[in-house]
């Protein structure tokens, strides 16, 4: 295969790696745990004995995990170009705060995933008046992966940002932050927790939040619906923050409406990955 198709492969799979996502015109009806459960049956047929790496979304909370496709972590991420910030409705993994399973969805990855676990005030539950990143509202969860490579690279949109002609291969690292939306005045600024610029000659994130636990660390994938019956071939370091940030809705929806990322709405998240053979041990 040429240079040229192997990067072209690359960049398909990265570029579709975040499939559309949950907001408005989705059904809101659960699929049967038997839907769930073929799919899991499909992915770990799929994968069997082809060689496949750990996957991702994962239960942070549970550290075992027998895949042995181990490979090297990726460097810390003020060590490597921010390339990608884009979020989940509802939370891919699960763990910390962010344990409450809000259902099956309908089988596409909308409507399913985690939820914040704790308990939200009336005031920070008052409804928005806007439309905000095509259909989210007060209460909602969102995981957001702050995507790192090590090619040299600058942030844009999807995840093909993250590769260069000159390493097609690169290390991949997320960032990730599970938020809840309020809407009482006393959230976090969006705007703030995704400002980008230059520290140290990369590309960054510059204010990823540091105040939400000690990251959980793992090897995994890309996510995605789009994998819930077959296995990523792309290798990521993870690291996951186990507390959640209250943010301000209205802030969230103002990003979506201009970003480098061309992000206007949350992506829809893949099935928790519960086979052993398909994690990684968290040491």
Known sequence: MSKNKVYLSIAI???????????????????SDKVIEEQRNNLAKNTKGKGFGPQTPRDIDNKAGSNTRLFEEAP????????????????????????????????????????YSGKLTKAELTPSKNKVCKGLQSGDTIELHYVHSSAQVKPGPTLGACLSESIMNPQLRVETQ???????????????????????????ALNIPSDTGTPVRFAG?????????????????????????????????????????????????????TNPELLSEIK
């Open 76 to 115: 810390a991420y003020n060590e490597m170009n921010l390339c990608n910030i884009h979020f989940h409705k509802n939370a891919e993994n699960k763990g910390g705060e962010f344990t409450t399973y809000a259902g099956n969805g309908d089988g596409k990855g909308n409507n399913t995933g985690f939820k």
């Open 178 to 204: 599970v938020y809840v939306l309020v809407n009482d005045g006393n959230g976090a600024d969006f705007g703030e927790l995704t400002a980008i610029g230059e520290r140290n000659g990369y590309a960054q």
């Open 221 to 273: 994938s890309t996510t995605g619906p789009s994998y819930n019956e077959k296995g990523s071939p792309l290798q990521v370091s993870w690291s996951v923050r186990p507390k959640v940030k209250k943010v301000e809705i209205e802030t969230v929806g103002k990003w979506c409406e201009d970003n480098v990322f061309n992000e206007d709405h949350a992506h829809a998240v893949r099935n928790l990955v």
């Open 13 to 31: 799979a990265l570029a579709s790696a975040p499939v559309l996502a949950d907001g408005h015109g989705h059904s809101t009806k659960n699929v």
